[in-house]
Protein backbone atom coordinates (compact mmCIF):
# COMPACT_ATOMS: atom_id res chain seq x y z
CA UNK A 1 0.00 0.00 0.00
CA UNK A 2 0.84 3.22 -0.86
CA UNK A 3 2.88 5.45 2.02
CA UNK A 4 0.61 8.39 0.96
CA UNK A 5 -2.54 6.38 1.20
CA UNK A 6 -1.27 5.18 4.64
CA UNK A 7 -0.81 8.80 6.29
CA UNK A 8 -3.87 10.13 4.68
CA UNK A 9 -5.80 7.34 6.33
CA UNK A 10 -4.15 7.99 9.73
CA UNK A 11 -4.57 11.96 9.28
CA UNK A 12 -8.33 11.03 9.02
CA UNK A 13 -8.74 9.25 12.69
CA UNK A 14 -6.80 11.84 13.98
CA UNK A 15 -9.52 14.60 12.67
CA UNK A 16 -12.07 12.20 13.63
CA UNK A 17 -11.22 13.06 16.82
CA UNK A 18 -10.15 16.21 16.87
CA UNK A 19 -14.02 17.23 15.86
CA UNK A 20 -14.82 15.42 18.73
CA UNK A 21 -12.85 16.82 21.13
CA UNK A 22 -13.79 20.44 19.18
CA UNK A 23 -17.55 19.37 19.24
CA UNK A 24 -17.43 20.22 15.53
CA UNK A 25 -20.47 18.33 14.77
CA UNK A 26 -20.54 19.03 11.05
CA UNK A 27 -17.00 18.33 10.45
CA UNK A 28 -17.50 15.01 12.38
CA UNK A 29 -20.46 14.10 10.46
CA UNK A 30 -18.90 15.19 6.88
CA UNK A 31 -16.33 12.23 7.81
CA UNK A 32 -18.58 9.54 6.83
CA UNK A 33 -20.07 8.49 3.70
CA UNK A 34 -24.17 8.56 3.25
CA UNK A 35 -24.20 4.71 4.10
CA UNK A 36 -21.34 4.57 6.96
CA UNK A 37 -21.83 2.00 9.19
CA UNK A 38 -21.20 3.24 13.05
CA UNK A 39 -20.80 0.19 15.23
CA UNK A 40 -20.18 -0.51 19.40
CA UNK A 41 -21.08 -4.19 19.88
CA UNK A 42 -21.28 -5.76 23.42
CA UNK A 43 -19.64 -8.13 25.24
CA UNK A 44 -21.78 -11.31 25.41
CA UNK A 45 -18.64 -12.28 28.08
CA UNK A 46 -15.71 -11.70 28.77
CA UNK A 47 -13.91 -13.03 25.49
CA UNK A 48 -16.46 -12.38 22.71
CA UNK A 49 -18.60 -9.68 21.47
CA UNK A 50 -21.87 -9.71 19.61
CA UNK A 51 -21.62 -10.15 16.12
CA UNK A 52 -24.40 -9.16 14.27
CA UNK A 53 -26.25 -5.76 15.60
CA UNK A 54 -29.71 -6.27 14.00
CA UNK A 55 -30.25 -9.47 16.37
CA UNK A 56 -27.73 -8.69 19.10
CA UNK A 57 -27.52 -5.92 21.43
CA UNK A 58 -25.00 -3.91 20.81
CA UNK A 59 -23.99 -0.08 23.19
CA UNK A 60 -24.45 1.50 19.69
CA UNK A 61 -25.79 0.85 16.56
CA UNK A 62 -26.09 3.19 13.47
CA UNK A 63 -26.87 1.14 10.12
CA UNK A 64 -26.13 5.01 8.32
CA UNK A 65 -25.17 8.45 8.45
CA UNK A 66 -28.62 9.54 8.49
CA UNK A 67 -28.43 7.78 12.64
CA UNK A 68 -25.33 9.75 13.50
CA UNK A 69 -26.83 12.95 12.14
CA UNK A 70 -29.86 12.07 14.31
CA UNK A 71 -27.40 11.36 17.34
CA UNK A 72 -25.69 15.06 16.78
CA UNK A 73 -29.50 16.44 16.16
CA UNK A 74 -30.39 15.67 19.37
CA UNK A 75 -27.04 16.15 21.37
CA UNK A 76 -27.69 20.04 19.95
CA UNK A 77 -30.81 20.32 21.02
CA UNK A 78 -29.54 20.45 24.41
CA UNK A 79 -32.49 18.27 26.00
CA UNK A 80 -30.89 15.43 26.27
CA UNK A 81 -30.09 13.68 29.72
CA UNK A 82 -26.70 12.20 28.76
CA UNK A 83 -25.33 15.14 26.82
CA UNK A 84 -26.33 17.88 29.77
CA UNK A 85 -23.38 19.44 30.53
CA UNK A 86 -21.35 17.74 27.58
CA UNK A 87 -18.11 17.15 28.48
CA UNK A 88 -14.78 18.27 27.89
CA UNK A 89 -12.59 14.87 26.22
CA UNK A 90 -9.38 13.95 24.87
CA UNK A 91 -9.48 11.44 22.53
CA UNK A 92 -5.96 9.53 21.70
CA UNK A 93 -5.20 6.92 19.13
CA UNK A 94 -2.34 5.29 18.59
CA UNK A 95 -0.97 1.82 17.23
CA UNK A 96 -2.29 2.23 13.34
CA UNK A 97 -2.13 -0.57 11.44
CA UNK A 98 -2.87 -0.02 8.13
CA UNK A 99 -3.52 -2.45 5.04
CA UNK A 100 -6.54 -2.43 2.41
CA UNK A 101 -9.27 -5.55 1.72
CA UNK A 102 -10.37 -7.24 -1.33
CA UNK A 103 -13.23 -4.32 -1.83
CA UNK A 104 -10.60 -1.64 -2.18
CA UNK A 105 -10.69 -0.06 1.24
CA UNK A 106 -8.45 0.92 3.36
CA UNK A 107 -8.72 -0.29 6.23
CA UNK A 108 -7.50 0.78 9.61
CA UNK A 109 -6.95 -0.87 13.01
CA UNK A 110 -5.89 0.62 15.64
CA UNK A 111 -6.01 1.47 19.89
CA UNK A 112 -7.59 4.64 21.59
CA UNK A 113 -8.38 6.17 25.16
CA UNK A 114 -10.70 9.00 25.93
CA UNK A 115 -10.75 10.93 28.57
CA UNK A 116 -13.78 12.64 30.02
CA UNK A 117 -14.49 14.95 32.39
CA UNK A 118 -17.79 16.25 33.36
CA UNK A 119 -19.85 17.26 36.63
CA UNK A 120 -16.29 17.17 38.58
CA UNK A 121 -15.75 13.63 37.36
CA UNK A 122 -13.06 12.31 35.15
CA UNK A 123 -14.00 8.83 33.53
CA UNK A 124 -11.64 7.25 30.71
CA UNK A 125 -13.34 4.50 28.30
CA UNK A 126 -10.42 2.55 26.03
CA UNK A 127 -10.29 0.09 23.64
CA UNK A 128 -9.31 -0.94 19.93
CA UNK A 129 -11.32 0.19 16.86
CA UNK A 130 -11.69 -0.52 13.13
CA UNK A 131 -12.14 1.86 10.48
CA UNK A 132 -13.08 1.26 6.62
CA UNK A 133 -12.09 4.42 4.53
CA UNK A 134 -13.29 4.74 1.39
CA UNK A 135 -12.13 6.32 -1.55
CA UNK A 136 -14.29 9.03 -3.03
CA UNK A 137 -13.92 12.25 -4.67
CA UNK A 138 -13.50 14.24 -1.64
CA UNK A 139 -10.89 12.18 -0.64
CA UNK A 140 -11.05 8.95 2.21
CA UNK A 141 -14.57 8.88 3.77
CA UNK A 142 -15.55 6.22 6.68
CA UNK A 143 -17.51 3.98 5.61
CA UNK A 144 -17.31 1.77 8.34
CA UNK A 145 -16.58 2.02 12.22
CA UNK A 146 -16.40 -0.49 14.75
CA UNK A 147 -15.43 0.25 18.13
CA UNK A 148 -14.40 -2.16 20.86
CA UNK A 149 -14.91 -1.01 24.42
CA UNK A 150 -12.61 -3.10 26.42
CA UNK A 151 -13.63 -1.40 29.96
CA UNK A 152 -17.27 -1.57 29.19
CA UNK A 153 -19.05 -1.65 33.09
CA UNK A 154 -19.00 1.84 33.34
CA UNK A 155 -21.18 4.00 35.60
CA UNK A 156 -22.42 6.66 33.43
CA UNK A 157 -23.89 6.92 29.70
CA UNK A 158 -21.68 6.10 26.83
CA UNK A 159 -22.13 8.47 23.84
CA UNK A 160 -20.75 9.17 20.50
CA UNK A 161 -18.32 11.86 22.21
CA UNK A 162 -16.90 8.93 24.55
CA UNK A 163 -15.45 6.77 22.06
Not at 109 to 133: I, N
Amino acid sequence: MESLIKQQAVALIIDEAAALDHKQWDAWIDLYTEDATYWMPAWVDEYNLTSDPKREISLIYYATRSGIEDRVFRIRTGLSFATTPLPRTCHINTNFRVSENEAGEVVVHSSWVTHCYSLKVSREAFGVQEHHLRKTDDGLKICFRKITLHNDMVDTVLDIYNV
